[in-house]
């Protein structure tokens, strides 16, 4: 057999191969002669890089290769359902579509609402072509690669009668067996859990690494056709459609044709879902008919043939053991309930929120009460009440709020009109150290992508950083580091002994070091994770004092004359510049080349053509990104604003700009301009 043919031939097979292990649940061969096909078509295909397929089954592992999103605008707007909560409103939603419809016969598909993250699948003569998020409805991030690692969806169909072109829409979702493994490991390493399968879900899908992608074994379903030339009128035959073309489509699917039917099924999956292996939170209800759906139509925000309906919280009765308490990475310091185990939604539950101190004096909560918790797909649940009844006084002790920091023993202080209280040590405190320097390397502050928060708890754990310049120290060093031989010349031999940072990951954070130099002084004095000074404030106070030494000089008087700059902020800016150990921080960045101040080319460019004006963004751009925009607003004096009211001075619309946003704007009289004659009127 040829190579070209030999090639092709594992391809189908493992494609094959693939579809009956993931879908059917019916595999004909073992594991282990999965991966000897795999591995040989590797071998094949980098041998022979002439025959690259980007949807060959090898894309399936992923590569450690880092990227950005691209946003992609969507065909159809993704736009989000309105939700019941009552059989009385489910009922409601019937009779609206029975009057909507003017007593027209109509069916209502019933399907599983499961609990992850919304993706669009585009697909051209039977091959995946593109990925896009749900993002803002309008347009979202082209995740093709991290997609292509979930083995259940298809890279490429058999032969079969789908359109040329056509759309399909699921969820992403991990398993709860994967989610509990998963922040098993993130809690060996101290780092902070994931709150709920649909955020370790989301979160993963969003990972520069699609290796680390494919590791996490996503699983997804799909629920929804799109497309020009559609096989049937009903949403129910299309998906059994997809079904038979190869798709991983919920077995939990019902075509209803009266109201009962429609209740029958909601009580029936209210109990069974808890046996499901992914989180769901409700059932999604859809007029059957495409005609029907058209005629209709939506509303400014969600269709009018459809609905979902969400189940209610799951609720356990157990006893509270003792109460311990967590530092956030601000400082908050949250109260947790450690609970006699109890099953509750499909997992045993240990721990409890509490979230602050008003909340256990509300509950009256002691030790040793029989407490109701209540969970709605989140890892940790909510004490919601306490079973008086089984309250023995003589074996209880009521629960008082600590009143030092559990981290490092500061008095802890609570602001005027804040629930949560605060360890005010934040140079000194372990979670909040950890916490800044985690904020410090973000994209929005250095953007030092290379590393991540588990490589700051680790080097941190190990004793090699204590803050945000211990960064500079191991990967700049005032500019003694440019090379590898540098950098193990410089650093202690210790350092090479830490798991997975080898040579190729030091280089990483060598350029990304080097790179965070270039940073503009606004998003410098943002990184530095003052308390109250947000990317926003940032810029407003970057203007105001054009240099750090300006800033720590200025006066409350001088802080509270700045335009949206309050007594809060202001003596949160005064607090930080008076302590010696933040000085400190910011002097050793200065001497490795921060940017602290604004440079002559930046604060020449400003004008005020746009002074004084509110200004909302929509829509998809061709000239510029919605970011460009934003910052080109802004250096001409203007205000960006994430909502439109009266008092709006216009919204910049570039293509498919929100449907609820231009029945907002047409309502309130806004004026819409589009790009061109933006950038006319700011020349």
């Known amino acids: 057999m040829e190579i070209k043919q030999r090639i092709d031939w594992l391809r189908n097979e493992l494609h094959r191969h693939n579809h009956n292990y993931y879908?059917?649940?019916?595999?004909?061969?073992?594991?282990?002669?999965?991966?000897?096909?795999?591995?040989?078509?590797?071998?094949?295909?980098?041998?022979?890089?002439?025959?690259?397929?980007?949807?060959?089954?090898?894309?399936?592992?992923?590569?450690?290769?880092?990227?950005?999103f691209q946003q992609v605008a969507h065909q159809y707007p993704m736009l989000s359902l309105a939700n019941t909560y009552s059989e009385s409103e489910v009922a409601d939603f019937y009779e609206r579509v029975r009057k909507g419809l003017e007593g027209e016969d109509f069916e209502i598909c019933c399907e599983m609402k499961y609990d992850g993250t919304s993706i669009s699948l585009i697909y051209e003569n039977g091959r995946l072509v593109q990925a896009v998020t749900r993002g803002d409805g309008v347009q979202g991030d082209d995740v093709t690669a991290n997609v292509k690692t979930i083995r259940c969806?298809?890279?490429?169909?058999?032969?079969?009668?789908?359109?040329?072109?056509?759309?399909?829409?699921?969820?992403?979702?991990?398993?709860?067996?994967?989610?509990?493994?998963?922040?098993?490991?993130?809690?060996?390493?101290?780092?902070?859990?994931?709150?709920?399968?649909?955020?370790?879900?989301?979160?993963?899908?969003?990972?520069?690494?699609?290796?680390?992608?494919?590791?996490?074994?996503?699983?997804?379903?799909?629920?929804?056709?799109l497309g020009e030339e559609l096989p049937c009128d009903g949403h129910f035959e299309n998906l059994e459609k997809a079904r038979s073309w190869g798709f991983k489509v919920s077995e939990g699917i019902k075509k209803c044709k009266n109201l009962q039917e429609i209740l029958d099924f909601i009580s029936y999956w209210d109990v069974e879902r808890k046996n499901l292996p992914v989180a769901t939170d409700g059932i999604v209800l859809k007029v059957n008919s495409?005609?029907?759906?058209?005629?209709?139509?939506?509303?400014?925000?969600?269709p009018r043939w459809a609905i979902a309906y969400k189940f209610q919280a799951e609720r356990a009765l157990t006893k509270l053991?003792?109460?311990?308490?967590?530092?956030?990475?601000?400082?908050?310091?949250?109260?947790?309930a450690n609970l006699e185990p109890v099953q509750l939604a499909g997992t045993i539950v240990k721990r409890a929120s509490i979230h602050n101190a008003d909340v256990i004096a509300n509950l009256d909560l002691h030790i040793g009460d029989m407490v109701y918790v209540?969970?709605?797909?989140?890892?940790?649940?909510?004490?919601?009440?306490?079973?008086?009844?089984?309250?023995?006084?003589?074996?209880t002790e009521k629960v008082v709020f600590i009143d030092t920091c559990p981290e490092c023993g500061a008095p802890l202080v609570r602001y005027e009109g804040e629930a949560a209280h605060y360890c005010p040590n934040d140079v000194a405190c372990p979670p909040q150290i950890?916490?800044?320097?985690?904020?410090?390397?973000s994209r929005k502050a250095m953007n030092i992508d290379s590393l991540g928060p588990e490589t700051v708890a680790m080097f941190y754990n190990a004793?090699?950083?204590?803050?945000?310049?211990?960064?500079?120290?191991?990967?700049?060093?005032?500019?003694?580091?440019?090379?590898?031989?540098?950098?193990y010349a410089l650093n202690p031999w210790e350092f090479m002994s830490l798991p997975g940072f080898k040579s190729k990951s030091v280089l990483k954070a060598m350029q990304s070091v080097r790179e965070s130099l270039e940073v503009p002084y606004p998003r410098v004095l943002f990184a530095l994770g003052i308390r109250f000074v947000g990317e926003t404030i940032a810029k407003i106070l970057a203007k105001a004092f054009p240099s750090i030494d300006k800033l720590a000089e200025a006066s409350l008087h001088d802080l509270l004359e700045v335009e949206g700059i309050g007594l809060v902020i202001a003596e949160s800016i005064i607090k930080y510049f008076a302590d010696e150990r933040n000085r400190d921080i910011v002097n050793r960045l200065k001497e490795n080349g921060l940017q602290f101040e604004?440079?002559?080319?930046?604060?020449?460019?400003?004008?005020?053509?746009?002074?004084?004006?509110?200004?909302?963004?929509?829509?998809?751009?061709?000239?510029?990104?919605?970011?460009?925009?934003?910052?080109?607003?802004?250096?001409?004096?203007?205000?960006?604003?994430?909502?439109?009211?009266?008092?709006?001075s216009f919204i910049l619309a570039g293509e498919n700009m929100g449907p609820s946003k231009l029945e907002k704007a047409n309502k309130l009289g806004v004026k819409i301009i589009g790009e061109s004659e933006f950038l006319e009127m700011i020349e």
């Open 374 to 395: 209540e969970k709605g797909g989140e890892i940790i649940p909510k004490i919601t009440g306490v079973e008086l009844s089984a309250r023995n006084v003589a074996e």
């Open 290 to 302: 495409l005609r029907q759906q058209r005629n209709l139509g939506f509303t400014a925000k969600s």
């Open 321 to 336: 053991e003792k109460v311990t308490y967590q530092v956030g990475r601000t400082g908050v310091v949250t109260p947790v």
């Open 23 to 68: 879908i059917l649940n019916a595999p004909e061969i073992s594991d282990q002669e999965f991966d000897h096909m795999m591995r040989e078509l590797q071998d094949l295909e980098q041998e022979h890089p002439e025959y690259e397929d980007p949807n060959s089954p090898t894309m399936r592992v992923g590569s450690d290769l880092n990227k950005e």
């Open 463 to 487: 004793g090699f950083i204590k803050d945000v310049v211990g960064l500079y120290d191991i990967f700049y060093r005032q500019g003694q580091i440019q090379t590898l031989d540098d950098f």
């Open 434 to 441: 950890k916490g800044k320097i985690e904020h410090f390397i």
């Open 153 to 225: 969806i298809p890279l490429q169909l058999p032969e079969g009668d789908y359109p040329a072109k056509f759309e399909i829409r699921g969820e992403i979702l991990m398993p709860w067996s994967v989610f509990e493994k998963l922040n098993a490991e993130r809690e060996a390493r101290e780092e902070q859990l994931f709150a709920n399968p649909r955020n370790a879900a989301s979160g993963t899908l969003k990972l520069q690494n699609s290796k680390e992608v494919a590791r996490r074994q996503l699983d997804s379903y799909l629920y929804y056709l």
């Open 598 to 648: 604004t440079r002559i080319d930046e604060s020449q460019s400003q004008s005020t053509k746009l002074a004084g004006m509110s200004i909302v963004i929509s829509g998809v751009f061709s000239h510029h990104s919605r970011d460009e925009y934003k910052a080109l607003i802004e250096k001409n004096g203007g205000k960006n604003v994430g909502s439109i009211s009266a008092k709006t």
